[in-house]
């Protein structure tokens, strides 16, 4: 059983910048940020893998969000800048335990979840 905590949500003004992290208890084979706002499909943002640091993003935060991680601490970050107010939701850490054929941004890849942190992102 793998136990992910995420930290570091909280409110900003549009432009602004906001750093995500998520504890896992247990080193893990890859490590995804979702995110999900009441009514929407929960939408893929992020993903790196743990031993070659390869990561994937989604086109709607690719050049703002960076993905990152410290396996000695077992510990992975989402840096997000030039925040928007539609970055606005609850963002999840997500672990695969190992690799599967499903796609990096399919939820049903990773086999355990955080309890979430609320992004909210003003005008």
């Known amino acids: 059983q793998v136990r992910l905590v995420e930290s570091g949500g909280g409110s900003v003004q549009a432009g602004g910048s906001l750093r995500l992290s998520c504890a896992a208890s247990?080193?893990?084979?890859?490590t995804g940020w979702f995110r999900q706002t009441p009514g929407k499909p929960r939408e893929a943002a992020a993903v790196i893998l743990s031993g070659s640091g390869t990561t994937m993003y989604a086109s709607s935060v690719k050049g703002r969000f960076t993905v990152s991680q410290d396996n000695a601490k077992k510990m992975v970050y989402l840096q997000m800048n030039s925040l928007k107010p539609e970055d606005t939701a609850m963002y999840y850490c997500a672990a695969a335990v190992g690799p599967s054929l499903s796609p990096w941004n399919d939820g049903r890849k990773y086999h355990y979840w955080g309890q979430g942190t609320q992004v909210t992102v003003s005008s």
């Open positions: 247990e080193y893990t084979y890859s």
